[in-house]
């Protein structure tokens, strides 16, 4: 599902940020991406959501090598990625509504399938009464569950979180990841960036672990 | 595959809301010099077409020639004249018009002066059938001081003042678009700027480089229909004007009158195909600019 060989990465001409990191993940795994401040979490998930291009090395999604592939083919892999971003990144313009549609717009899906989808989720997220509203009127955690739901409208094969529990208080942090595990359940790969120990140990997944810019996969026991 | 749903609020950039005004600002200049264009192409073909088919015979008065001899020649020049195949008719012109033609830089009173003047004799001739270059080696043989001009030298210059003419319009109108593909390129980079964020957002949602494109396009096609149709009306009712203000000098000097019925329709054109260039700019400008993210 996800593979990295001797990566190495660099913003422009600065120094690299991950330097010869390789592991592979199975499809429908679950795996926490840890480590301090600056290791490098964040250029981790932007080179598996093709934010960037590594600058050196093999990353592979899906079976392809992420950096050959044409173009169209690059939007269309990124159909299979959700992605919860640390600053939600949500259309401030649009409404609650129309945000989590977004992705399935793109995708080419009709009107009345993306109402339907689109409702339902915000339902079970519990934000059927904001809808219509703008997402600069929601407060934070409101904020987070429009991204998440957006992230998981069209079904990822590859879910990518970025401190998703980093605006929200520990009983929706635990929430949030029961929802992942059910996304998990149902096969989607799980990837999710955190520093908050209390919920690694508490939900038992392995981890990718960064440090200094070399990477550690522990696996726990079970 | 282009968007149908506009995810990027681009009607409340600041560039993009002045571009209705300056397309119609361009395609009303656009209308005037292309009009103006057409219009100078038609007095041209107007003017040349009143000279073709005919020719003129001078003779040129000496101050040994009598005016009896003069009438003498110009009876000979008629009849040579009349003689040669494909001449339709023959008419001199009446000294009262001679004088005429000399008062702008001799006064009126050239005809009573006891001046030299030439004998001027219009020939109507069917061009295919006459040998102009003959007739003028006869009379330049027969009868002293004539000769005969074909009008040769004028039509060229018409010719030259009227391809000069055309060339300008053409320059003019190739800068209007140029300058009007400059403003969108700007408009476009500016709300590419502003919308960087959520241009990101739908690139690694997976749109495709078409349908984000496809949002500039349908905002910058709305906009130059709205601005061309605003230039064009504006344009049409200012030839309008002109024409009316024309026909009341009766001079003569701006036959709005010569306008084709076939120019219309390229005038009218004129803010559709400004707002296909508008709508083809934002796009490639996009798609270029799309084309340096990954």
Do not use: C
């Amino acid at each position: 599902m996800v593979r990295f060989e001797n990566v190495g990465m660099r913003y422009g001409a600065g120094p690299e940020v991950l330097r010869d990191i390789s592991f592979s993940l199975a499809p429908a795994s679950f795996h926490f991406l840890t480590g301090p401040s600056g290791a490098g979490k964040s250029s981790l998930l932007r080179l598996m959501y093709l934010a960037y291009r590594p600058s050196r090395g093999v990353v592979s999604l899906f079976g392809q090598d992420v950096t050959t592939i044409q173009r169209q083919a690059r939007s269309k892999m990124r159909r299979r990625i959700g992605v919860i971003y640390q600053d939600f990144r949500l259309l401030e313009h649009q409404s609650v509504f129309d945000n989590v549609a977004l992705p399935l717009r793109i995708a080419g899906a009709k009107e009345d399938q993306i109402k339907t989808h689109v409702t339902e989720l915000l339902t079970w997220v519990g934000l059927e009464d904001h809808v219509g509203s703008l997402p600069t009127t929601l407060s934070g955690g409101e904020q987070q569950r429009v991204a998440i739901a957006r992230a998981v409208i069209a079904r990822p094969s590859l879910l990518l979180a970025d401190e998703p529990t980093g605006n929200v208080d520990d009983v929706i942090a635990v929430r949030l990841l029961y929802l992942f595990e059910e996304l998990n359940r149902m096969g989607t790969t799980v990837i999710v960036a955190t520093h908050n120990q209390s919920l690694i140990d508490r939900f038992k997944h392995d981890q990718i672990h960064l440090s200094q810019g070399g990477v550690e996969v522990r696996r726990v026991d079970s | 595959m282009p968007a149908s749903h506009i995810d990027l609020p681009l009607s409340n950039d600041p560039a993009v809301r002045i571009l209705p005004w300056i397309v119609g600002l361009m395609v009303y200049l656009a209308t005037m010099t292309l009009a103006g264009g057409l219009l100078v192409a038609a007095l041209a073909a107007n003017w040349s077409a009143g000279l073709t088919g005919t020719v003129t015979i001078h003779i040129v008065a000496t101050e040994d020639t009598s005016a009896e001899t003069l009438d003498e020649q110009v009876d000979q020049a008629v009849r040579l004249a009349l003689k040669t195949p494909g001449v339709i008719s023959v008419e001199p012109m009446p000294m009262a018009n001679v004088a005429g033609l000399l008062a702008p830089w001799l006064g009126d009173t050239a005809g009573t002066m006891d001046l030299p003047l030439p004998r001027i004799i219009d020939v109507r001739i069917d061009e295919d059938d006459t040998d102009v270059a003959a007739l003028k080696s006869r009379l330049e043989a027969e009868i002293p001081g004539a000769g005969l001009d074909d009008h040769q030298l004028w039509r060229d210059r018409l010719v030259t003042f009227l391809r000069v003419m055309e060339l300008i319009a053409i320059v003019m109108v190739a800068l209007i678009g140029i300058t009007t593909v400059s403003v969108v390129v700007f408009a476009t980079r500016s709300g590419l700027a502003v919308h960087n964020d959520a241009i990101e957002i739908l690139h690694l949602i997976g749109a495709y480089d078409e349908y984000i494109a496809g949002q500039f396009q349908s905002q910058a096609l709305t906009l130059g229909l709205k601005g061309g149709a605003a230039g064009s009306v504006a344009g049409i009712v200012s030839l309008l004007a002109l024409a009316l203000a024309a026909s009341n000098l009766d001079t003569g000097l701006l036959p709005l009158t010569l306008f084709q019925t076939w120019h219309w329709p390229i005038l009218i054109s004129l803010p559709f195909a400004a707002a296909f260039i508008v709508r083809q700019t934002a796009k490639h400008t996009v798609l270029r600019a799309l084309g340096r993210m990954l």
